[in-house]
């Protein structure tokens, strides 16, 4: 889901310092190789070994791992929503600032009824 990045300034110049032996035997030039291919190699090697996840049943394991991603979303905005709630019990300063947004507000789960509370 995120984009990854590992910088390796000194690796482009590996391939100047072998000798020619070298250079056959280790591949450092990666200019030519189809990245598209390499990275789908390194996913499924990925799945596979680290993962352990059995290939046949591929859909099934991208389903369960899209599932885990919502219920983590999930849980993590009620819990935003419910530390919010407390914060707005406790502190009319906050209790007023989430009133001026009561239209959307007042659906927010433990948010809303904690707001909007008549006493």
């Not at 991603?69 to 009319?92: G, M, P, R």
Request: aromatic share 16%; net charge neutral.
């Amino acid at each position: 889901m995120r984009e990854w990045s590992f910088p390796c300034p000194n690796y482009n110049a590996i391939h100047n310092q072998l000798c020619k032996e070298e250079q056959d035997l280790y591949m450092t030039q990666v200019a030519h190789l189809d990245k598209t291919a390499y990275m789908h190699t390194a996913v499924e090697g990925g799945r596979l070994y680290c993962l352990k996840e059995d290939p046949r049943k591929m859909t099934l394991n991208r389903s369960y791992h899209n599932f885990l991603f919502v219920l983590d979303l999930t849980l993590k905005i009620l819990f935003w929503c419910l530390v919010l709630s407390f914060i707005a019990s406790w502190f009319k300063p906050v209790r007023d600032v989430f009133s001026y947004g009561e239209p959307v507000v007042k659906h927010v789960p433990f948010l809303g009824a904690a707001v909007f509370n008549e006493k």
